[in-house]
């Protein structure tokens, strides 16, 4: 009798600890449905802030994918209300899915080129005769640059996108006052910027450094957008501004296709991004021509050469 007792006594412990297992399970298991249906509902309130607001879908052929890197053309326009635009931005992004290096280079929108089927004119206005197709066209002729994908955003779509990832703003060190036709007053020193003040940022133009120094703001401004979608704190942030970017930007990727290319990067650790700007130092005066003002005639060749270095891939 006292060795049952003994037995029954010593199998207490084990239930209270299957019940205690079950209980955390329980609890886990809510904590995953809640924060599912909570991400859930973010999504689709980001894809609803953006019905009818994006650029419309453009027709697209990239170039065939024969390594581990990857090029993105980042387009930014200032749309207004009118039928066609000119591209402010211009950049590609390369992404090594190997090594996940991130390498990102700016275009200056002044550059001298030859747009096919058209006479030679400023960079920009590539995207405005022809849109994305014909400025990706203009590029891998000059330098013979692979371009797998495109994204576009409209500035407007831009400022929103901004305050949703970010509402209590993002930090910028603005290095001297700015106000002259950027639509909002910027003082110098380091601020929280909500999304027109640092588009406004983005787009200042009117000093000594002119163009040289926009695309220099237009980087920094991308490198602080990337720590804020990786920061802890706008974590829960994150599946409205996913879904609002659905609406926002236009891609050639399907809505699947942009997520997954996002989350592979994040998965892969801490991403650092490295810069340059075309035309490179020493390779470049500015001429001016009766049909397009002054504009950056560059040496093609010298910055092929480093296109091909600074991204590590043979440029033909």
């Not at 980001?46 to 009818?52: E, F, P, R, V, Y």
């Not at 890197?69 to 387009?75: F, Q, S, T």
């Not at 930014?76 to 009118?82: A, N, P, Q, S, Y």
């Not at 200042?204 to 450094?209: I, K, N, P, S, V």
């Amino acid at each position: 009798m006292e060795e049952q007792d003994y037995t029954r006594r010593s199998q207490r412990p084990k239930k209270r600890r299957l019940r205690k297992g079950r209980a955390l399970f329980t609890f886990l298991l809510l904590c995953v449905i809640v924060i599912a249906g909570y991400s859930i509902m973010q999504y689709r309130s980001g894809l609803q802030l953006a019905t009818d607001t994006k650029v419309a879908q453009e027709d697209f052929s990239g170039d065939k994918i024969n390594s581990d890197i990857e090029n993105y053309l980042l387009l930014g326009i200032d749309t207004r209300g009118e039928e066609k635009s000119r591209t402010d931005t211009m950049m590609v992004l390369s992404w090594n899915k190997k090594t996940n290096d991130v390498k990102l280079v700016s275009f200056m929108r002044d550059i001298y080129a030859d747009i096919p089927g058209y006479q030679s004119y400023k960079l920009n206005t590539a995207y405005y005769l022809g849109g994305v197709q014909l400025l990706k066209d203009t590029l891998t002729n000059m330098f013979g640059l692979p371009i797998h994908h495109y994204a576009l955003v409209d500035f407007k779509n831009f400022e929103s996108l901004v305050d949703i990832l970010a509402p209590n703003g993002v930090e910028i060190d603005v290095e001297k006052d700015m106000s002259e036709k950027i639509g909002v007053t910027l003082t110098k020193g380091t601020h929280n910027l909500n999304g027109q003040e640092l588009l406004g940022y983005a787009r200042f133009r009117h000093d000594a450094e002119g163009d040289f120094g926009r695309v220099a703001r237009q980087q920094k401004v991308i490198e602080a957008l990337k720590n804020e979608i990786l920061a802890p704190q706008n974590v829960f942030n994150l599946p409205k501004f996913i879904g609002a970017a659905q609406g926002y930007v236009t891609t050639d990727y399907s809505s699947t296709g942009e997520i997954q290319q996002v989350l592979k990067m994040v998965s892969k650790g801490k991403i650092s991004i490295e810069k340059a700007t075309v035309p490179i130092e020493g390779s470049y005066d500015f001429q001016n021509f009766s049909h397009a003002g002054s504009a950056i005639v560059i040496d093609e060749q010298k910055n092929k050469e480093f296109l091909s270095k600074f991204l590590g891939i043979s440029l033909e």
